[in-house]
């Protein structure tokens, strides 16, 4: 029977180590002890990804990456904690009697003898390296400290609440959730706020359960668990949340939102709050927008191509017209359209923007906003402003067809209207409209540009690294680029980036600019889709792989996103 190659000897084949680079790291392995794979990542000689790989193809047994492992607590529990963290493995999936199990030692017969005597299961083995499951199983059985202590509760006070409209609040409700006897709470309120400036962290989730409850802080696109409080503050806490939005806390058993503002280290942010009923209480998922500060906001600062940049802003400097920034929630469009206004002001320009909430203020530009309880709703407002003589108009998100009549009249005029569509894909948009019973003719001649864009993460420039794109890879990015042999990039994992290979996200933009052909299309999707094509306008992929052959992301991130 042949024996299996050595790891050593198989890195050398294919090129990824010199000889002389294997020799150092034998002899260093030699004076710690260690595996050789272990000995290799510590002197950044070999990747995890390429580790994985390595030791399934010496083992000739599938490998796994376990960076976006997530397992349901059911899967979890099919092994006990205590023996996942003695042999250092870890259950993957369940299929019918078998459980395919995650193991730096697959050829471990006695191991897998053990792990299915205590499952009852039969064992299929994948490989992963000893790296990557001590990792994984610290974050997944990590036992947290006490609530106060990790919100750090009596230090949150570097922090001031500007509350929203009152509304209907009773003051003698928040006097009552200010007393002295509910202390706690408006101090775990500021602290899981303060937490999530800290962390950079884009939403809040309050997650109620049957005997408990979760808050959890999205970080990067990925929910993080902050914090399990205890169950008797629950009620309290969202009350407490919901007064700070101006919501009526007696309206328990239906959704509701509100917003707030935040000040912290001498910045301010505006903090959505949106509320649900569910089984076992009220959700509630509070939103952080970009710090208040909008005129911060600059285009070159937001991660458009130079090229992309450029026929932007063009297309800004139109007279009049129809800008639509498109995109899934949180994916950055209000930051564009604020970036977009700061570019186009001028004290010879008029410019007005109108929103459902005005949460962000602009000097030198007019801003408004509905208010229902006078009968003055959005889709008057947008129509009253059709009469007011403006260059630019700003008109927030186009939710329903009256919105987008008005919105498309100023635009026929003389007006640049910019605005806010939610919607995964682009030339969609498009369809969508439409299926507002919009007339395609009254579309058409408005539309000068949709511009689409994703949020996708960044790769963490402390413990980044290169490599030799496969073929057909490099040549599509060499056809876009024009560089020869162009690199890709990843991040190992550091303290930095927590591990993770990324840290924050950036943008990536899909440009269209309607032609002849695409406006005499039929509003058919796969029509329109076909006819975008043949514009041969960037889309989201190619935007992503220029931005991964300059080490702003990695391949796999643009494939996950796009």
């Not at 005499?520 to 992503?544: H, M, S």
């Amino acid at each position: 029977m042949k024996n299996k190659q050595k790891i050593g000897e198989l890195l050398v084949d294919l090129n990824i180590l010199t000889q002389e680079d294997l020799d150092r790291a034998l002899q260093e392995q030699k004076n710690t002890g260690e595996r050789l794979g272990a000995t290799l990542l510590k002197m950044e000689l070999l990747s995890e990804e390429d580790l994985d790989y390595l030791l399934g193809r010496q083992l000739n047994i599938p490998s796994i990456n376990l960076e976006n492992y997530n397992p349901s607590p059911d899967l979890l529990a099919t092994i006990p904690e205590k023996v996942i963290k003695k042999y250092q493995v870890l259950p993957i999936s369940i299929d019918g009697k078998s459980l395919t199990v995650a193991t730096a030692s697959p050829r471990n017969l006695v191991l897998m003898d053990d792990l299915s005597y205590i499952t009852g299961l039969k064992i299929a083995p994948v490989v992963t390296s000893i790296t990557s499951l001590e990792r994984k199983i610290e974050e997944l059985f990590q036992k947290p400290v006490s609530w106060e202590e990790s919100l750090k509760v009596n230090e949150a006070e570097d922090l001031e609440i500007i509350k929203g409209d009152r509304g209907i609040v009773e003051e003698d409700l928040e006097d009552a959730l200010e007393s002295a006897e509910e202390a706690p709470v408006i101090k775990l309120v500021n602290a899981v706020i303060l937490a999530a400036i800290e962390q950079e962290a884009t939403h809040i989730h309050i997650e109620p359960r049957e005997d408990s409850y979760e808050i959890y802080l999205r970080i990067d696109g990925k929910l993080k668990l902050l914090v399990n409080p205890p169950a008797n503050l629950e009620h309290n806490v969202v009350n407490r949340l919901k007064i700070l939005s101006s919501i009526d806390i007696l309206k328990r058993f239906l959704p509701a939102e509100g917003f707030f503002r935040a000040k912290s280290k001498g910045r301010y942010y505006d903090i959505d709050a949106a509320t649900i009923p569910s089984l076992h209480g009220e959700r509630m998922v509070l939103t952080f927008q970009q710090p208040f500060s909008k005129e911060e906001l600059q285009l070159e600062k937001l991660g458009f191509t130079p090229e992309t940049l450029d026929s932007f802003k063009k297309l800004l400097s139109s007279p009049r017209g129809f800008i639509l920034i498109t995109g899934p929630s949180d994916s950055g469009k209000s930051s564009t359209i604020y970036a977009a206004l700061n570019h186009l002001k001028s004290p010879e320009k008029s410019i007005f923007t109108f929103e459902r909430t005005v949460k962000n203020k602009l000097s030198g530009i007019n801003q408004g906003q509905p208010n229902e309880k006078f009968g003055y709703s959005y889709e008057k407002g947008l129509h009253s402003l059709l009469r007011q003589d403006m260059d630019i108009l700003m008109a927030g998100e186009m939710m329903v067809r009256e919105a987008v009549v008005s919105a498309l009249h100023a635009s026929l005029s003389k007006t640049l209207v910019l605005s806010r569509f939610l919607c995964n894909d682009t030339v969609g948009a498009i369809s969508l409209i439409m299926d507002m019973d919009v007339p395609p003719f009254m579309l058409f001649s408005s539309l000068t540009a949709i511009l689409g864009q994703r949020l996708i993460r960044r790769l963490c420039q402390e413990c980044i690294e290169d490599y030799d794109p496969p073929a057909e890879l490099a040549k599509e990015i060499e056809a876009l680029t024009g560089t020869q042999r162009p690199r890709l990039f990843r991040s190992r994992g550091c303290p930095a980036c927590g591990l993770t290979g990324y840290n924050h996200r950036i943008a990536l933009f899909e440009l269209l600019v309607p032609s002849k052909e695409l406006r005499e299309a039929k509003a058919q999707p796969n029509e329109l889709k076909e006819v975008a094509e043949k514009q041969q306008y960037r889309t989201f992929r190619q935007d992503g792989l220029i931005k991964a052959a300059e080490g702003l992301t990695s391949y796999e991130e643009v494939v996950r996103v796009v």
